[in-house]
């Protein structure tokens, strides 16, 4: 059987769902955690630290970059637009 390819997963939103979220998924062989933005940084200095994923200030900057398969979008819903 051919080896799968990993799926590369970035987040928008480094806070506390950010991070329940990454811990799930790096455990799952199938994916790995590439990179993070948030507008704070002390939350991007933590998961750059704990999961080692490349950290953008800015989320247009980190989707621009490319080799990303999926975005998880963890910010508060009162940020989302309507």
Same mark, same amino acid.
């Given at each position: 059987?051919?080896?799968? @390819? @990993? &799926?590369? =997963?970035?987040?928008?939103? %480094?806070?506390?769902?950010?991070?329940?979220?990454? *811990? &799930?998924? %790096? $455990? +799952?062989?199938?994916? $790995?955690? =590439? %990179?993070?933005?948030?507008?704070?940084?002390?939350?991007?200095? $933590?998961?750059? !630290?704990? /999961? $080692?994923? !490349? =950290? /953008?200030?800015?989320?247009?900057? +980190?989707?621009?970059? *490319?080799?990303?398969?999926?975005?998880? =979008?963890?910010?508060?819903? /009162?940020?989302? @637009?309507?």
């Amino acid at each position: 059987m051919p080896k799968q @390819k @990993k &799926i590369r =997963v970035g987040f928008i939103g %480094a806070g506390g769902i950010a991070c329940h979220h990454m *811990g &799930i998924l %790096a $455990k +799952m062989d199938d994916v $790995k955690l =590439v %990179a993070a933005s948030d507008v704070s940084a002390e939350a991007l200095k $933590k998961v750059e !630290k704990d /999961y $080692k994923v !490349k =950290v /953008y200030e800015n989320y247009t900057d +980190m989707i621009a970059e *490319g080799g990303l398969d999926a975005v998880s =979008v963890c910010t508060p819903n /009162y940020l989302y @637009k309507q």
